[in-house]
């Protein structure tokens, strides 16, 4: 006979917090000239690899979803640092600022160590291609 599960049987023990931002076109976002864009883009993935090279971030990246879908990424920013550390990082991002961008931050905790596994292997496309 097999023993039923409780909520202390499954819920674990030792549980990590983080700040997660999903990044949004809005809707009304106006298009930005091709090499402009260029540009802004150069600075919004040096300005999210330079958060995470400072220890602020866990892992930041896009969504797999096409072009011209509204939901464009995601960043996760350490659960020690305030609502307020996280707004002043993401409002510094080039495309959030130019309105391109919107961050939704959302807590978010996950069991300790979560971050400790490696993902899948992907290569990026090389640009235009």
Same mark, same amino acid.
Do not use: C, Y
């Given at each position: ?67 011209? @879908?509204?939901?464009? =990424?995601?960043?996760?920013?350490? #659960?020690?640092? /305030? *609502? ?5 990082? %993401?409002? $510094? ?9 919107? @961050?939704?931050?959302? =807590?978010?905790?996950?069991?300790? #160590?979560?971050? /400790? *596994? ?5 290569? %990026?496309? $090389?640009?235009?291609?």
């Amino acid at each position: 006979m097999t023993q039923e599960l409780t909520l202390a049987d499954v819920i674990p023990k030792q549980l990590e917090s983080f700040h997660v931002v999903f990044l949004r076109r809005p809707a009304a976002a106006p298009e930005v000239p091709g090499e402009e864009a260029e540009r802004l883009q150069i600075a919004h993935l040096a300005h999210l690899n330079r958060l995470r090279e400072d220890g602020l971030t866990m892992a930041h990246g896009p969504f797999q979803a096409g072009p011209d @879908a509204p939901l464009r =990424g995601l960043v996760i920013f350490r #659960g020690d640092l /305030s *609502r307020e550390e996280v707004e002043a990082a %993401m409002a $510094a991002d080039p495309w959030v600022g130019r309105g391109q961008l919107e @961050a939704e931050i959302v =807590g978010w905790i996950s069991p300790a #160590g979560s971050f /400790s *596994r490696p993902g899948a292997p992907f290569v %990026m496309p $090389a640009p235009g291609g």
